[in-house]
């Protein structure tokens, strides 16, 4: 099994190529630089890994939620790919890749992105006897305030919406947190980890099915709703 893996929902660039137990990655923090970074990472794993595209057995991506252009760049070029070689894709949630970085002692996982507009995009988890993870609840995006609670004990809350809010977070949660740590950005490392064993169950969808999860169609507030934002912090 040859399987690239693309991640673009964040800040990070993240391409990783798992072929059998080998892992070839290549990730950057680059914020509004991911469609000049994505496809020379894509032939760097390849690279890397001597194999050509035509090898490849599968495309994995982050299929949101995240920022709408990363979002979209990540399904495009995902499907791109699996058109010109007929390959299969498999779509995964930036959130459960996030996830897939916290502790793994069965505490229930909270992934939470920075979705601007001070909402967060949020997703919870636990991990299965594999070491993968199974979604507890619906994935959401709305304030802090709003986020649905799907448990009542201490879990592990990951992700820039933590680092963003964190106040907030820590108030609405029934219990402290085990661990936090708002520095994690979804990667295509665990896009691939995820992906793989989807694949071997046969999952893989028609390239035309790689498409986007966005959460929400609003990206940007309006010029009254950001002057009242202000009014209300002033």
Not at 3 to 30: H, M, N, Q, Y
Not at 107 to 121: C, K, N, Q, T
Not at 178 to 202: E, I, K, N, W, Y
């Amino acid at each position: 099994m040859n399987l690239l893996a693309i991640e673009t929902a964040t800040e990070s660039c993240s391409v990783a190529l798992l072929s059998g137990e080998r892992l070839c990655a290549r990730s950057e923090f680059a914020p509004r630089r991911h469609a000049e970074l994505l496809l020379p990472m894509c032939d760097a794993v390849l690279a890397e890994a001597g194999m050509a595209r035509r090898a490849l057995s599968a495309v994995a991506f982050g299929r949101g939620p995240g920022a709408f252009t990363g979002v979209r760049l990540a399904a495009a070029a995902a499907q791109g790919i699996a058109f010109a070689f007929e390959l299969p894709v498999i779509p995964v949630s930036s959130l459960a890749a996030l996830a897939l970085q916290a502790s793994d002692d069965g505490a229930p996982i909270l992934a939470a992105i920075d979705a601007r507009m001070g909402e967060v995009y949020a997703g919870w988890f636990r991990r299965t006897p594999d070491g993968l993870l199974e979604a507890i609840a619906a994935e959401t995006v709305g304030p802090v305030a709003s986020l649905a609670i799907a448990i009542n004990e201490p879990c592990h809350v990951i992700g820039s919406g933590w680092a963003t809010y964190a106040t907030a977070l820590a108030a609405h949660l029934p219990q402290p947190p085990r661990s936090t740590f708002g520095d994690a950005l979804p990667q295509a490392v665990d896009v691939a980890r995820l992906a793989a064993p989807m694949l071997r169950r046969g999952l893989g969808l028609p390239a035309e099915q790689a498409l986007p999860v966005y959460l929400r169609d609003k990206v940007a507030l309006t010029v009254a709703e950001q002057q009242a934002g202000r009014a209300g912090r002033a």
